[in-house]
Nanobody, 126 residues
Framework: QVQLVESGGGSVQAGGSLRLSCAHS????????MGWFRQAPGKKREGVAA???????SYADSAKGRFTISKDNAKKTLYLQMSSLKPEDTAVYYC????????????????????WGQGTQVTVSS
């Protein structure tokens, strides 16, 4: 089974940076898309960033220029580097994976990803 475990969340002041990590199982190699989603209290889940098996990345408009998604296949780890954090970035961040072919579409889709982790809390104070 695909297993995803996030880490790296915490509290940071506005303008600061955090790097989230997602350790994944060997079974994740069967997926094409990996990415990060977030959900704030009272708000809908939204896609943040995605990367496909070829390394092509996609970002939500709110993340462009501030967040960078990357992966290290040897370490079986997905990363989300976040900088210039804003209070509106406060949310639970989830690592996710899916067999979808179009990862940009997957990032913006409303459907629940096929696989995702337990989430890690990110809190940005003003």
């Amino acid at each position: 089974q695909v297993q995803l475990v996030e880490s790296g969340g915490g509290s940071v002041q506005a303008g600061g940076s955090l790097r989230l990590s997602c350790a994944h199982s060997d079974h994740t190699y069967s997926t094409n898309c990996m990415g990060w989603f977030r959900q704030a209290p009272g708000k809908k889940r939204e896609g943040v960033a995605a990367i496909d098996s070829a390394g092509t990345t996609s970002y939500a408009d709110s993340a462009k220029g501030r967040f960078t998604i990357s992966k290290d296949n040897a370490k079986k780890t997905l990363y989300l580097q976040m900088s210039s954090l804003k209070p509106e970035d406060t949310a639970v961040y989830y690592c996710a994976a899916d067999e979808e072919d179009d990862c940009e579409w997957w990032l913006l889709a409303l459907k629940e990803p096929n696989h995702w982790g337990q989430g890690t809390q990110v809190t940005v104070s003003s």
